[in-house]
């Protein structure tokens, strides 16, 4: 089975600090994704990674940045958390061309 | 770029029941897959079932089957004999067939309620 794992299911921080979401899978997939989950709007890309060093904007980037040193990790970074950011924030994967596989979620909170 | 409509934000079920969830897209593609996913509450989202556009006869997987109408946008999800484990957030999404497209376009979700 395909593991993909986020660093933190749970995470409150303030405005203006730094924050790193952690995504770590156990596949060998190239293809890699953060998307932000939100009530009546779904899931929304905000970054994705075709390989190691390699990125790409999804649909919502501003505010984000990404980084991708290794194959298996995928990190999502916030330079400076607004309240506007707090959501829910899911990880994913792909090998081929249909499956995606997702974390669990990270449930950001920033106050 | 393309959508994906629910228009459903809500649907419920008596177990062992059946019920159909609805969506519709809005592409000029004429090669693209389409995905159900479903959320259980606090738990990893899952692929339900998928279909290619290209193929006519609409999927199924066990109590999960589609009814895809290519020429309407139309892709719903019928649940049969629904469980007590069914009860989720489901999601459409649609993803282009060209090698390069990486982007996955999800609807906003429909939560299903399954009542003993």
């Known amino acids: 089975d395909v593991k993909v794992t986020q660093s933190s299911r749970y995470l409150v921080k303030r405005t203006g600090e730094k924050v790193f979401l952690e995504c770590v899978q156990d596949?060998?997939?190239?293809?890699m994704f953060w998307y932000r989950q939100d009530p009546g709007l779904g899931l929304r890309l905000i970054y994705f990674?075709?390989?190691?060093?390699?990125?790409e904007k999804g649909d919502i980037p501003e505010g984000y940045s990404v980084s991708r040193e290794k194959k298996e990790r995928f990190s999502l970074i916030l330079e400076s958390a607004s309240t506007n950011q707090t959501s829910m924030y899911l990880c994913?994967?792909?090998?081929?061309?249909?499956?995606?596989?997702f974390g669990p979620g990270t449930r950001l909170t920033v106050t | 770029a393309q959508t994906v409509t629910q228009s459903q934000p809500e649907m419920s079920v008596q177990e062992a029941e059946t019920v159909t969830l609805s969506c519709t897209y809005d592409t000029s593609e004429s090669d693209y897959y389409l995905f159900w996913y479903k959320q259980p509450p606090s738990r990893q989202m899952i692929l339900v079932i998928r279909q290619e556009a290209y193929k006519q006869q609409n999927a199924t997987e066990n109590r999960f089957s589609v009814n895809f109408q290519k020429a309407a946008k139309s892709f719903s999800l019928k649940i049969s004999d629904s469980q007590l484990g069914d009860a989720a957030m489901y999601f459409c999404?649609?993803?282009?067939?060209?090698?390069?497209?990486?982007?996955?376009?999800f609807g906003t979700g429909t939560r299903l309620t399954v009542i003993p």
């Open positions: 999404a649609y993803r282009s067939r060209w090698t390069g497209a990486n982007n996955l376009f």
């Open positions: 596949m060998d997939h190239e293809n």
């Open positions: 994913a994967t792909r090998r081929d061309i249909y499956e995606q596989y």
């Open positions: 990674s075709y390989d190691v060093k390699m990125k």
